[in-house]
């Protein structure tokens, strides 16, 4: 290479035509995240009331409590803004009310092989914070935003390292 030609480099990690790809140039899914953080979900009932769930929120330092049914299957998410449209429409008596006519219903889900910019963009759309991760019906993670966004700074981070070493090499 001549001094002062101009050099491109190509990182295996990024955003390909509006993707999110992994170091091997393969979209990164639900599963890679759930793999880092976890799969655990906090959840309660529908008859559980709506002070309970406030005091499972703040015990467990969550943004969200998916709601599950008999069949413990998805029925809601409960999230922090439910709660404040029950405390401004009906005051300080929703606390004894259940989560059923509360949480929101009809929540978007994913499955584990979903990728990252398929529910980036499913949580723009039905502005939703938190996704419910269903395989076969059964409840096995969530996501939500803060989760994608700090996969995403990692991805950042390691593309820069990557970067700062290719140029100490070169």
Do not use: F
């Given at each position: 290479?001549?001094?002062?030609?101009d050099?491109?480099?190509?990182?295996?990690?990024?955003?390909?035509?509006?993707?999110?790809m992994?170091?091997?140039?393969?979209?990164?899914?639900?599963?890679?995240?759930?793999?880092?953080?976890?799969?655990?979900?906090?959840?309660?009932?529908?008859t559980?009331?709506?002070?309970?769930a406030?005091?499972?929120?703040?015990?467990?330092?969550?943004?969200?409590?998916?709601?599950?049914?008999?069949?413990?299957?998805?029925?809601?998410?409960?999230?922090e803004?439910?709660?404040?449209?029950a405390?401004?429409?009906?005051?300080?008596?929703?606390?004894?009310?259940?989560?059923?006519?509360?949480?929101?219903?009809?929540?978007?889900?994913?499955?584990?092989?979903?990728?990252?910019?398929?529910?980036?963009?499913?949580?723009?759309?039905?502005?939703?914070?938190?996704?419910?991760?269903?395989?076969?019906?059964?409840?096995?993670?969530?996501?939500?935003?803060?989760?994608?966004v700090?996969?995403?700074?990692?991805?950042?981070?390691?593309?820069?390292?990557?970067?700062?070493?290719?140029?100490q090499?070169?």
């Amino acid at each position: 290479m001549e001094p002062g030609s101009d050099v491109i480099v190509v990182l295996m990690t990024g955003i390909l035509h509006g993707r999110i790809m992994t170091e091997r140039g393969r979209p990164v899914t639900v599963k890679t995240i759930l793999a880092a953080k976890g799969s655990d979900v906090t959840t309660a009932e529908p008859t559980a009331t709506l002070e309970t769930a406030i005091g499972i929120l703040v015990q467990h330092q969550i943004g969200a409590l998916v709601i599950l049914g008999a069949d413990h299957r998805v029925i809601g998410v409960l999230s922090e803004r439910d709660i404040l449209r029950a405390l401004a429409e009906r005051g300080a008596g929703a606390l004894t009310e259940p989560l059923a006519p509360l949480m929101t219903r009809n929540v978007p889900i994913c499955d584990q092989s979903a990728t990252v910019s398929s529910i980036m963009e499913q949580m723009t759309t039905r502005k939703s914070r938190h996704l419910p991760v269903v395989e076969q019906q059964r409840l096995v993670g969530i996501v939500s935003i803060g989760d994608v966004v700090k996969h995403r700074l990692m991805q950042m981070e390691h593309e820069s390292e990557a970067l700062r070493d290719y140029i100490q090499t070169a």
